[in-house]
């Protein structure tokens, strides 16, 4: 596709259980990022992938939290345990390593109930 | 936090007008990217400013950036009905990940 698609588009899901959001970035785009976007703290860095190197996790805020990418592309951002303080919107963007801007999806909408 | 700040939080201006936006950041950039929201969901790059640049121009978009001051503002031209929407500064330390750290945001409305 011509842009950065994300799925699905809004996830309700009860207090408790796991949820998986998915990306898909762009063709040839190395980096990829996930951010997260709620009222009480903007919008945060989470995690980011470049190529084969190690993810940079800095930025999850538990050990609830974790993703991965497959073969270099598509990437899935899991959440074990999901508690209300985790609905927000969640981001993923890609990029070209080196131009600077990034290329964001339309966003996942959680809402945990 | 590391966010940046912006201001002011929310704008509203008549068709026509100029509408500026100010952010400031607190760690050294390798470049200041501003991005558009609309209706709280994917954000849309609207240009890249590096460190070593002071003012920037994209159609009706004019960027400046002072690092002295670590301060940026973005100034909308004879604005539209469909510039409303948020807009975000985003800092780009450059590093290992060239992660973007987001400023509050501006939330502008433009009155036709």
């Known amino acids: 596709g011509a842009g950065v698609s994300q799925s699905p588009s809004n996830k309700v899901t009860e207090k408790g259980k796991d949820v998986e959001l998915r990306c898909d970035p762009i063709?040839?785009?190395?980096?990829l990022y996930w951010y997260r976007q709620s009222l009480g703290q903007g919008l945060e860095f989470l995690i980011y992938?470049?190529?084969?190197?190690?993810?940079?996790k800095s930025g999850l805020p538990s050990d609830r939290f974790s993703a991965e990418r497959t073969g270099g592309s598509v990437s899935t951002l899991t959440i074990q345990r999901t508690q209300q303080e985790d609905s927000a919107v969640y981001l993923c963007?890609?990029?070209?390593?080196?131009?600077?801007?990034?290329?964001f999806g339309p966003g996942t909408r959680l809402t945990v109930t | 936090s590391q966010q940046g700040e912006e201001d002011p939080q929310a704008l509203s201006i008549q068709e026509g007008e100029n509408a500026t936006m100010n952010c400031s950041y607190k760690?050294?950039?390798?470049?200041l990217q501003w991005y558009r929201q609309n209706s709280g969901r994917g954000l849309v790059h609207l240009i890249l400013?590096?460190?070593?640049?002071r003012e920037k121009h994209s159609g009706r978009l004019r960027v400046t950036l002072d690092t002295s001051k670590k301060s940026s503002s973005l100034l909308i031209t004879a604005s539209r009905a469909a510039d409303t929407a948020s807009y975000f500064c985003?800092?780009?330390?450059?590093?290992?990940?060239?992660?973007?750290?987001f400023g509050t945001g501006t939330l502008l409305a433009v009155q036709p």
């Open positions: 963007a890609s990029s070209s390593r080196g131009l600077g801007e990034q290329y």
């Open positions: 063709s040839g785009h190395t980096a």
């Open positions: 992938f470049q190529g084969n190197s190690a993810p940079d």
């Open positions: 760690t050294s950039i390798n470049n």
């Open positions: 400013i590096r460190s070593n640049e």
């Open positions: 985003a800092t780009d330390s450059g590093g290992a990940t060239n992660k973007l750290i």
